[in-house]
T-cell receptor, first 110, second 115 residues
């Protein structure tokens, strides 16, 4: 079945550091890929998405590129802020109505 | 602003009680979902519904049931609550179809503690 693997956290960075959160997937067919963010005490919000190979999703300074050859969708940001502290979830969908999520990566920016 | 509203942020229930978690969306979405979120396990799908009175089991349906009598409302029912159902429960909705997926809108979650 479909699955998403994320790097384990927590990831602790200083303000203005470069961020990478790794995400790889296993799926039948050609999935759409997503990053969601969960701020403390809140539900999840869609951060960015990509629906086909080589697409780059971007939002709020975050980027992720759909790499079919490596089955990856790594999240990056050039300069993190304290306000970026949250839990980040990678997810995929292959045409079923339900998304498959990774286990989440907690980011702490100090 | 479009919303998915979960009726309670925090609930404490006793073992063996029947528990209802309510979710309402105002976006006229066809699909609605219930997930539970546990540390280290991410989000796991309990049930989803793609139309009124329709439902499908997710990955962990045991001990749960659902009801969707109206398009905007999707209820999760714990028939006899147990301590291993202590968790954060997240409701979400999305528009219909099976093409490229444009993501969910989530509620703020209900943190359920079963004692």
């Amino acid at each position: 079945g479909d699955s998403v693997t994320q790097m384990e956290g927590p990831v602790t960075l200083s303000e203005e550091a470069f961020l990478t959160i790794n995400c790889t997937y296993t799926a039948t067919g050609y999935p759409s890929l997503f990053w969601y963010v969960q701020y403390p005490g809140e539900g999840l919000q869609l951060l960015l998405k990509a629906t086909k190979a080589d697409d780059k999703g971007s939002n709020k300074g975050f980027e992720a590129t759909y790499r079919k050859e490596t089955t990856s969708f790594h999240l990056e940001k050039g300069s993190v802020q304290v306000s970026d502290s949250a839990v980040y979830f990678c997810a995929l969908n292959t045409g079923r109505r339900a998304l498959t999520f990774g286990s989440g990566t907690r980011l702490q920016v100090e | 602003d479009v919303k998915v509203t979960q009726s309670s942020r925090y609930l404490v229930k006793r073992t063996g009680e029947k528990v209802f978690l309510e979710c309402v969306q105002d976006m006229d979405h066809e699909n609605m979902f219930w997930y539970r979120q546990d540390p280290g396990l991410g989000l796991r799908l309990i049930y989803f519904s793609y139309d009124v009175k329709m439902k499908e089991k997710g990955d962990i349906p045991e001990g749960y049931s659902v009801s969707r009598e109206k398009k905007e409302r999707f209820s999760l029912i714990l028939e006899s609550a147990s301590t291993n159902q202590t968790s954060m429960y997240l409701c979400a909705s999305s528009s219909g179809g099976t093409g490229p997926y444009y993501g969910y809108t989530f509620g703020s979650g209900t943190r359920l503690t079963v004692v």
